[in-house]
């Protein structure tokens, strides 16, 4: 099986006030910290929309290839629509491009959870979060995706397993200047 890596990154920042994918965190933009996480994932796709000229410019992708989404303010399910569209794999890894808590070794054990299930799911304490891991029945169903859910709505339906990695990464995803602060 085939796993890619779609990681989410196109908003505007609008809670944050800012193009939050640029903020500064440890030395580093904010999504470099998630880049950095699925750098070992092959192929990977980040997504982009709002200031995406300056975020390629400014920021080390670690490999991934730059996909921007023209419809991104439409919502998440747009900028899902356009990186499952730029990944051939059997599966596909979602990941928060504001989450720079996410480690590699997280991501591995969702990659590798699971048998035949719809979908791996990560939960930290118990709740359910980012990465999620989609397998071919759902990505087939990526056209049915609108407004700013994501596949949660397909999720309710589907076959998923969850998979505890709350002691291997912090959950935290970053949506204002307050949330930032606090890392």
Request: glycine residues 10%; negative net charge.
């Amino acid at each position: 099986m085939t796993v890619g890596a779609l990681i989410l990154a196109a908003g505007e920042g609008r809670r944050f006030g800012g193009t939050k994918q640029l903020a500064e965190l440890d030395g580093r933009p904010l999504l470099e910290h998630v880049l950095a996480a699925v750098s070992g994932i092959s192929p990977r796709v980040v997504v982009l929309g709002h200031a995406a000229d300056e975020i390629v410019a400014a920021v080390d992708l670690h490999g991934a290839r730059p996909v921007v989404c023209p419809h991104f303010a439409d919502g998440q399910a747009a900028s899902l629509q356009c990186g499952l569209a730029a990944l051939e794999t059997d599966a596909v890894l979602v990941v928060l491009g504001d989450q720079p808590g996410i480690t590699a070794a997280a991501l591995e054990i969702v990659i590798s959870a699971g048998g035949d299930e719809d979908a791996v799911r990560a939960t930290y304490d118990g709740v359910p979060s980012h990465p999620v891991l989609l397998r071919a029945p759902l990505l087939a169903r990526a056209a049915e995706l609108r407004g700013d859910v994501g596949f949660r709505d397909l999720l309710r339906a589907a076959r998923v397993r969850e998979v505890e990695i709350g002691h291997l990464a912090d959950p935290t995803d970053i949506d204002t200047r307050e949330e930032l602060a606090r890392r």
